[in-house]
């Protein structure tokens, strides 16, 4: 169990475009997602964290207008990447809570900007 | 944002070696995880340690969390092949379904 998906695994898009990536749940209700993001050969760098039902909290540095994060549901959090550019290339990566002890994490989604 | 740093930063081993890596931070932490990294893959967690202190096996991995809570290590012992990817140190403040402050990963890779 606690298995966390993603959807798209790879995106392609053109510069100005808007790409939505699913985060789901599928089989628990988490509490709370975040969405990291991972440029190459570095680290997982946290963007958000993502309630149910509410607004999502974004770290210092990351553009709340250009990431877009809907949590409609326990299951289900997208992250909406408006109007992309070239340096939003990146792998983005979603985590969801099930308990205080426990972070499963997506596969991620490869997000790349001509 | 803030990064844990870890070193070595890549290793080359061959089968059967014991590795060491470990994992430091500015500042003191609660809960220190572990996670694994295969190429084009989210983490996967291989052990969480919630006390100064402690120190945990699972399998042929090991790791300790630090009396000053500001760093950990991790060990592998006997390696093998699939052992191959890259390691990374998290810290939390609030345990692990909090937010994860990741440290900058270390590249194993090992070689027959």
């Known amino acids: 169990g606690a298995v966390v998906s993603q959807h798209p695994s790879w995106v392609i898009c053109k510069s100005g475009t808007s790409v939505k990536i699913e985060c789901r749940s599928l089989?628990?209700?988490?509490?709370?997602m975040f969405w990291y993001r991972q440029f190459p050969k570095q680290s997982l760098m946290l963007m958000a964290t993502?309630?149910?039902?509410?607004?999502?909290?974004?770290e210092q540095g990351v553009e709340k207008d250009k990431f877009l994060i809907n949590h409609a549901s326990l299951t289900l959090s997208t992250l909406t990447v408006t109007s992309a550019h070239p340096e939003d290339s990146s792998f983005y990566i979603c985590?969801?809570?099930?308990?205080?002890?426990?972070?499963?994490f997506g596969p991620g989604t490869r997000l790349t900007v001509l | 944002g803030q990064q844990l740093n870890q070193s070595p930063q890549s290793m080359f081993i061959q089968e059967g070696e014991d590795v060491s890596m470990n994992c430091t931070s500015s500042s003191i932490f609660n809960t220190w995880l572990w996670y694994k990294q295969d190429p084009g893959e989210g983490p996967v967690l291989l052990i969480a340690?919630?006390?100064?202190?402690e120190l945990t096996s699972n399998g042929r991995l090991t790791a300790q969390f630090g009396i000053t809570r500001k760093d950990s290590f991790l060990n592998i012992s006997a390696s093998i092949p699939s052992d191959v990817g890259i390691y990374f140190c998290a810290g939390s403040y609030t345990g692990t379904a909090s937010k994860l402050t990741f440290g900058t990963g270390t590249r194993l890779q090992v070689t027959l």
């Open positions: 993502s309630n149910e039902g509410s607004k999502a909290t974004y």
């Open positions: 985590s969801a809570t099930r308990t205080y002890n426990e972070q499963f």
């Open positions: 340690l919630y006390k100064a202190g």
């Open positions: 089989d628990f209700q988490a509490t709370t």
